[in-house]
């Protein structure tokens, strides 16, 4: 590594992690509707949503409720974007005359993008008109996150109330995250982008000759705003098909950083945001350094596999610039690593390299960041609210090896909770294992494996990982556009996203009925380095040990045959 590379590392910490504080104060006045700085320019603007959907702002949902507003939003959200992509031809904004998609994509692109996932099978600029990616995957990139944000705050409160059915109200909670915390990032961010040459145009492509001579379309189009929310909503995707590794989504050193930065940015902040919901930010001090440990590995890990040489290249210089191959030489090695692990830690999911090409070890740490459920500061809420569930089994965990029942900050887990939390740790081995098998044993769906022996497995693993962790980042090579791959990814995407959702939900409603027990001397400490501990070793054992027989046959068989010259 060069010194621009640590430069690079430690620019990226401290864009991320002083403003998380600050900011994670405003995310919890804004969500609990306490007067803000911005609070005079868009209150109007939130009355007038609430007067025109006829939504009563005072009243409380308990969590049946809570989550049969979530399930028709998301219904019928579905159904609007479904339509968008299989009529965009005769809609507007459609310049290069693109036709709808085939049912079975359109089904999996509405379904990713409305999990938060945004899995693409297509490239943006060959397939989607502007009207299709500003109308229809545009508001799905803000509403989506807004829907995490919401069932975080929603657990948050189950958590600090006592003796209460009210979680909130779901239309709220989304109006408010739309309006305070992503619009008001997005707008700023996106200027941003087009300082540095991102485009945001509505001009039919450009035709240029090349400098042989050769005829060549150079797409345009609304990508800085769809850039500035794919980020900060944790919603990766791209507008072009090589995401931010296309010099249009990603033009310059500054936009590198600051889009790697943004994605996390939300995440880190809603750590703080959580202790003031229980009104203890040593509990938010705790989780952030748990994320920061896992996050750091991962990091280190990674960009020591990407600074290896490959046996079979091992007579070139690499050992500065590390491989290079797949990765945007603009960026180099260290920026492109750190892209991999940002990116699968939250469940982003956009990359500036394609992972395919990283080593089997450097492969293995995105792809175990995601089977982790991307914890380690995750999605918009969804990351924190994941962690959350890790840190209530980890709390059970202690109950059991210290004989008590157990508790977090006063409310006790009983029978209820802890069926609850045993059915969030099958989703992700359901939809990674069950599905990835299905996919490799049957001939026809196997077929979309471009490489043969681990790698080739490892592709269809990526895959099935990415799309139940509602992650969306692609491992390149696998074939993913067909009939089956798009309707069972879209199964695996709706698993990984309500498979957590509708538990957290109850565990909340449950939690809020109960009474708090005093925290004393007696309860188990939830924020010193032992917690720490006890969280990151359950984090790892329960959540990703149930994945090494897969990872053996994928990335760590691949390198061991490596570096055996097989």
């Known amino acids: 590594m060069q010194v621009q590379d640590y430069w690079l590392i430690l620019a990226f910490f401290v864009l991320v992690l002083v403003p998380a504080p600050y900011l994670g104060r405003y995310l919890f006045r804004a969500m609990e509707g306490q007067k803000t700085l911005l609070s005079p320019l868009l209150q109007p603007f939130e009355r007038l949503c609430y007067r025109v959907a006829g939504v009563d702002s005072q009243a409380e949902q308990d969590w049946k409720t809570y989550s049969l507003a979530l399930l028709a939003f998301t219904l019928a959200s579905l159904l609007t974007l479904f339509a968008i992509l299989m009529l965009q031809g005769s809609l507007p904004l459609n310049p290069q005359g693109f036709a709808g998609l085939e049912w079975t994509l359109a089904f999996n692109t509405g379904v990713s ?28 990139n803000f509403v989506s996150p807004a829907v995490g944000l919401a069932i975080l705050v929603a657990f948050a409160r189950g958590i600090a109330r006592k003796s209460s059915n009210g979680i909130g109200n779901f239309w709220v909670d989304v109006t408010r995250a739309v309006l305070y915390v992503l619009l008001p990032l997005c707008v700023p961010l996106a200027i941003f982008l087009v300082w540095q040459g991102v485009p945001q145009s509505f001009m039919d492509y450009v035709q240029a000759k090349t400098l042989l001579g050769a005829d060549q379309s150079i797409p345009l189009g609304p990508a800085a705003s769809q850039i500035a929310i794919k980020q900060l909503g944790t919603n990766g995707g791209g507008f072009f098909g090589v995401n931010s590794a296309h010099p249009f989504e990603n033009p310059t050193a500054w936009s590198n950083l600051f889009e790697m930065a943004s994605i996390i940015l939300i995440p880190a902040a809603l750590v703080f945001s959580f202790g003031h919901y229980v009104k203890d930010l040593r509990q938010s001090r705790a989780i952030l350094a748990s994320m920061l440990i896992l996050f750091v590995a991962g990091l280190a890990l990674t960009l020591w596999a990407e600074y290896q040489p490959n046996p079979a290249l091992v007579s070139l210089p690499i050992e500065q610039s590390g491989s290079l191959e797949g990765k945007e030489a603009r960026f180099g090695t260290a920026a492109s690593a750190l892209w991999a692990v940002t990116t699968t ?15 089997a070890i450097g492969g293995l740490l995105p792809m175990f960041n995601m ?6 500061f995750g999605g918009v809420g969804a990351g924190l609210y994941g962690m959350l569930l890790f840190v209530l089994i980890a709390v059970f965990l202690a109950g059991l090896m210290i004989g008590r029942t157990p508790e977090y900050l006063g ?5 209820r909770e802890v069926r609850l939390l045993v059915v969030t740790l099958l989703v992700m081995p359901l939809g990674v294992l069950v599905l990835t098998a299905l996919a490799v044993s049957l001939e026809g769906p ?12 490892s592709q269809a693993l990526y895959a099935y990982t990415s799309g139940t962790a509602n992650n969306g980042s692609a491992f390149a090579g696998f074939g993913a556009g067909t009939p089956y791959h798009n309707l069972l990814l879209g199964l695996a995407m709706l698993l990984g996203r309500f498979g957590y959702i509708l538990p957290i939900l109850a565990i909340a409603g449950s939690l809020a009925a109960k009474k708090r027990a005093p925290v004393d001397g007696n309860s188990f400490p939830t924020h010193g380095p ?3 501990t006890l969280l990151c070793l359950t984090i790892l ?4 040990l149930t994945f090494l027989p897969a990872l053996a046959l994928g990335p760590i068989a691949e390198h061991l045959t490596l570096f055996q010259g097989f």
Do not use: R
Request: charged share 10%; no cysteine.
């Open 446 to 457: 196997a077929a979309s494996i471009s490489n043969p022996g681990a790698h080739g497995f």
């Open 530 to 532: 032992l917690f720490v």
């Open 345 to 359: 830690a939250a469940s982003n999911g956009s990359v500036n390299a394609m992972h395919d090409s990283f080593s």
């Open 113 to 140: 993008f409305v999990t938060n996932t945004n899995w693409q099978a297509y490239s943006g600029e060959a397939a989607l008109s502007y009207f299709s990616q500003m109308v229809g995957l545009g508001v799905q």
């Open 371 to 376: 089977m982790l459920g991307e914890v380690i």
């Open 541 to 544: 054992l329960v959540g990703g």
């Open 411 to 415: 409310k006790k887990l009983e029978a």
